[in-house]
């Protein structure tokens, strides 16, 4: 069984990278998907980053529009 951790996110550019992180330090067996609502400040761009970067373990989602809560 598998664990998948699910982060939305809105102009999370700042916070994404070290939030990632800790996640994969303290839970190293789980997967990480990132869903960003089209952030302006470029947390899309981020997520794409760290799923290269962490490839099998984090995912990104992108959605067109702010349609989150």
Not at 8 to 23: A, D, F, K, M, V
């Amino acid at each position: 069984m598998r664990t998948l951790v699910i982060l939305p996110t809105y102009n999370e550019r700042e916070n994404l990278g070290l939030l990632c992180e800790q996640i994969l330090k303290r839970a190293p067996d789980v997967h990480i998907l990132v869903i960003d609502d089209n952030s302006p400040d470029g947390t899309g761009k981020i997520a794409d980053e760290l799923s290269s970067a962490h490839s099998g373990r984090i995912f990104s989602l992108h959605r067109s529009g702010k349609l989150g809560l």
